[in-house]
């Protein structure tokens, strides 16, 4: 499949995927993907997946939650975590990831903040140890993660962990954890439903845009990732509305999908800070 890539910043467009995912090296990538929910991975980041499967990567899904307040029918409530299990096996296949490369937490629905530590108040351990280790394990290189912005409490959890969990795998620290050291090199932020925050369309002046990136995919792409979504059976319901507004994603003969660019640990700039005190100290 043929995808172009947008950058919004510096208005271009390429069909380079290092595009997206600067200095991209094929069958060396490791592409982690933060899915709060099962399905949220192939809603908001499914073109993503292929494109990156189709330019070499290998692909890992994490998902957070286990799904158990995922029922539209209370008569499904105790069975639907293992329903929803063989749904994700099988959607993921569908866009060509193995089942072994989709891990579960298994975190409760609306509650996944409660395990973003290492150690549990309670006792325990948090999500701190499996993500790094995972991470570690895949040697995750690129990381796609979920919007923070007033989405979904699970969403926001997934979004801080990727931030803050994240860039551990690659430092020096509880090295017992996992395999080698693994440094995510960059990572994109993926929209389910809402908006991105405001303050990340400051950087874009006067263009009234969030995100900064976008995946332009042909119709297949569309309809393998609807033909994955629709594996879901039991979220029928609850995520009818957002596969009827997929249609707004169509421009053309061309679908879109947002992203931002996230800089994990953006480093503080001291240069432009003494250039203003000098600029200050040679005021009369």
Partial sequence: MDFEYYDFRRMQKSVDISAIFPGFAGGRERVAVFSPHDDDGLLGAGYAL????????RVFV??????????????????????????SKAAYARLGIPEQNVTNLGLPDFSA????????????????????WLLREIGATRLIMPNHNREHADHEAASFAADYFAPQAGDAVVTDIGGNLSRVVSALQYSVWADFSPEDALEQGKLPL????????????????CEAISCFKSQGRIIEDL?????????????????IERELRPKLNYGAYGE????????P
Avoid at 214 to 224: F, K, S, T
């Fill in 210 to 225: 969030r995100a900064n990136r976008a995946i332009a995919a042909p119709m297949e792409a569309e309809r393998l990732v």
């Fill in 276 to 283: 203003a005190m000098r600029h200050i100290d040679a005021l």
């Fill in 62 to 87: 994490v998902i957070f939650c286990a799904g158990d307040c995922g029922y539209s029918d209370a008569s499904l409530k105790q069975s639907i975590v293992s329903i929803r299990e063989a749904e």
């Fill in 113 to 132: 903040y409660l395990y973003m530590a290492n150690k549990l108040a309670g006792g325990g351990t948090g999500a701190f140890t499996s993500l790094v």
């Fill in 243 to 259: 596969m009827e507004a997929r249609i707004e994603r169509r421009t053309g003969d061309k679908y879109i999908e947002l992203y």
């Fill in 50 to 57: 292929l494109a990156a499967l189709g330019a070499g990567a």
